[in-house]
């Protein structure tokens, strides 16, 4: 009878594990809100920075609550880890490429930053998984590999800090290409008020430009639209902080690009490589 009734509970709970469902796990649903808000944030972003900038950053602030309700419901899941780096290098990615649209002049600084933020964490999930074994997180460095890595993935508070702190100086600057011809010395003033819309002093907007949405046309609709003192002091405020984390990518990329070397060299040694060179019998 007890056997049966042990039987009977490992069934149900087997039964139980086949009907979840990893796909609407919590974590993963708080996930797929983040995607639709950053989604629903580039479509504000060309001309609308205060609505793109809130769903921007709630997007961004859902990325703390995704890891609390992994924890807490006991849903950690590896495919939960995946869409929660993948959100994270698209939406920072989908930003820097309107900034770097926005201040031409800095677009190569812009575009560098986006390749080091995706070949950084790309080596390391890669290395991870191919040194480490398929069922370790990234997130868990051995601190004799790396001290600095160790101290930014252990401590979830020092992690959260830095990645908001990193968006909170893009989105700054974001909203510093609507507002401070200090960055953008072309932003076209609004015309004087004593002339009329549609003079020669003053022409409509579809005069100067053939299409609304090209850059020009793009940078006039920007000009002006709002105060430049507080994003100024956000970037300013925050950029020590994106300085620091670009500094810990470039240490992720050199990390675990020896970590791979370390594992080529092993696995060539166990395959007796390089060859000894055949010795040359003296004529």
Same mark, same amino acid.
């Given at each position: ?27 993963? &649903?708080?996930?797929?809100?983040? +995607?639709? $808000?950053? #989604?629903? /944030?580039?479509?504000?972003?060309? %001309?609308? *920075? ?114 908001? &702190?990193?968006?909170?100086?893009? +989105?700054? $600057?974001? #909203?510093? /290409?609507?507002?401070?011809?200090? %960055?953008? *010395? ?40 709002m105060d430049s003192t507080v994003p ?52």
């Amino acid at each position: 009878m007890v056997q049966n009734r042990a039987m009977g509970t490992g069934n149900t709970s087997a039964g139980t594990a086949e009907r979840e469902n990893i796909f609407l796990f919590v974590p993963n &649903l708080i996930g797929y809100s983040r +995607i639709v $808000l950053a #989604l629903a /944030s580039l479509y504000y972003m060309p %001309l609308h *920075p205060r609505t793109c900038s809130l769903l921007y950053s709630v997007s961004c602030l859902l990325d703390g609550l995704d890891g609390f309700a992994a924890r807490a419901y006991e849903q950690s899941t590896r495919f939960g880890a995946v869409l929660d780096m993948v959100t994270d290098r698209c939406t920072t990615a989908c930003l820097l490429v309107f900034l770097a649209s926005a201040f031409p002049r800095w677009s190569i600084v812009f575009q560098g930053l986006i390749s080091l933020d995706l070949a950084s964490h790309y080596m390391h999930m890669y290395a991870t998984l191919t040194m480490g074994g398929s069922g370790q997180s990234h997130k868990k460095v051995d601190e004799s590999r790396s001290w600095i890595l160790k101290q930014y993935y252990s401590n979830n508070k020092v992690l959260f800090t830095f990645c908001a &702190l990193n968006e909170l100086f893009f +989105i700054a $600057l974001y #909203l510093l /290409s609507f507002s401070s011809p200090t %960055l953008s *010395p072309s932003l076209l003033q609004p015309a004087p008020s004593t002339l009329q819309p549609g003079s020669p002093a003053a022409p409509k907007p579809s005069m100067l430009f053939t299409s609304p949405w090209s850059a020009g046309a793009m940078e006039m609709a920007r000009a002006n639209k709002m105060d430049s003192t507080v994003p100024w002091i956000l970037a300013a405020v925050s950029f020590p902080v994106m300085a620091g984390k670009q500094f810990i990518n470039l240490v992720q990329l050199v990390k675990a690009s020896k970590w791979l070397a370390e594992g080529d060299l092993e696995q060539r040694r166990k395959l007796g490589l390089p060859r000894p060179l055949p010795v040359k019998k003296a004529l």
